[in-house]
């Protein structure tokens, strides 16, 4: 059996990638296009393994899906592959709209006509997993309730929209044409692989390099911190037993301010690699907000614990020491991604031509 998998080069795809293959004998195919976000080094430990098939091309190339679902016939796929970044959505937009909203449309589309060929177990057991993020649901005063599946969509940013746009998508594929999807809205990952340009792994770096820990606003905006494999976990877990049609919210209930975070992350590091220089906390430097920047965001998570008996195995206090040490730990890692030198890893270990 075979799962495709979009984006699997990514964060949270590549982790999902190595969980998966850690915890089932399936084979996982892989389509990326390997944008500045997809890193294949953090695949390095499959190089060999026959069961990660690596596809290198883009969810919006309608032909390239096709021939990818008719060579390898999934039973199943996972969607990670969007572009992610908040703070790119807003200078650039155009991207997020084209991978994922004409991207997630065009896979539906491909995973349609897929679906269509299936008979009898293997029709109704198809899935198609929409990975989706709880910024769909916009932004919390203090004392709202966290988000439950039920609240209405109000996303913020050109990201949030697209997203949100991608939900529906999804949402009426099931609705008009039957195809058998399942949808979690997650709230922040962290943990390994984690591209610096996101809160958690830019202050670890840039408090190792000495440089500035940028607090955007006044720093008191709320996120809800799930570890990167308790996403994985949650999303195993809806593959196999979620509802068709349904969505579900995935959190870790902790909910913690963007300066909690940091003097969180300075605290473990003067305790980890003490700088002689002082405290880390000395690089804190409140620079101007995000446009448009959302409050609070929080996931109320108890229908998947209740349909499905998910839970997070981290509590944020052990992720986030884990998550430190894994930087620490993956120094070269980091100087790849930091002089590009990550890009070359295709080249080099795949030849030329899948680099082009
Ligand atoms: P990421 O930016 O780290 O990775 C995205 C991956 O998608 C990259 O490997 C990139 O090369 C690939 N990709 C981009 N455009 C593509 C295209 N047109 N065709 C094929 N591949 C393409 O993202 P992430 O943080 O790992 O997020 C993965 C998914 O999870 C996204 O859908 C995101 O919306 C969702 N999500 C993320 C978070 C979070 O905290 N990071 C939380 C909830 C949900
Ligand atoms: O909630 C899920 C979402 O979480 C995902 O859908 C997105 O893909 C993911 O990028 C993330 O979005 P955020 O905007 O919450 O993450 P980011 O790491 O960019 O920012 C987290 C908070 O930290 C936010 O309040 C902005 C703030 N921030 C961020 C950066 C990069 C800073 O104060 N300084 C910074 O330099």
Not at 52 to 71: P, Y
Request: aromatic share 10%; glycine share 8%; proline share 4%.
């Amino acid at each position: 059996m075979t799962i495709l998998v979009t984006g699997g080069a990514g964060f949270i795809g590549s982790n999902f990638v190595l969980d998966w293959l850690a915890q089932s004998d399936e084979t996982v195919v892989n389509l990326d296009a390997l944008t500045y976000a997809g890193n294949l080094e953090n695949l390095a430990s499959l190089n060999g393994n026959p069961r990660h098939v690596f596809v290198k091309g883009d969810i919006c190339d309608r032909a390239l899906v096709d021939a990818t679902l008719a060579q390898h016939r999934p039973r199943a796929i996972v969607h990670f592959a969007a572009e992610s970044h908040v703070d790119r959505s807003i200078h650039g937009p155009g991207a997020f709209m084209r991978t994922n909203i004409d991207g997630t449309f065009t896979l539906l589309e491909a995973a349609r006509g897929l679906w269509s060929t299936l008979e009898g177990d293997a029709k109704a057991s198809f899935r198609f997993h929409h990975v989706s993020t709880d910024e769909v649901y916009g932004s919390l005063s203090p004392t709202d309730p966290a988000f439950a599946e039920t609240k209405g969509f109000e996303p913020n940013s050109p990201y949030s929209a697209s997203k949100a746009a991608s939900d529906h998508l999804v949402r009426a594929w099931h609705h008009t044409y039957g195809l058998p999807v399942v949808t979690t809205n997650c709230s922040n990952n962290y943990g390994p692989y984690h591209f610096p340009e996101k809160l958690i792994p830019l202050m670890i770096v840039n408090a190792l390099a000495g440089k500035a820990l940028p607090i955007y606003g006044d720093g008191q905006n709320v996120r809800d911190w799930l570890y990167v494999r308790d996403h994985a976990s949650a999303i195993r877990a809806v593959l196999a037993g979620g509802r068709v049609g349904e969505t579900y919210n995935i959190g870790g209930w902790n909910e913690k301010t963007n300066m909690e975070i940091v003097h969180t992350i300075c605290a473990l590091l003067d305790e980890l690699k003490p700088d002689p220089a002082g405290s880390y906390q000395r690089l804190i430097t409140y620079v101007k907000d995000r446009p448009g920047h959302d409050r609070r965001y929080a996931i109320d998570a108890r229908k998947v614990e209740r349909e499905l008996g998910w839970r997070p195995a981290e509590t944020f206090d052990t992720g986030i020491r884990k998550t430190v040490q894994w930087y620490l730990d993956h120094a070269g890692w980091v100087a790849n991604v930091q002089s590009g030198g990550y890009r070359d890893w295709v080249a080099k270990n795949y030849g030329e031509a899948a680099a082009a």
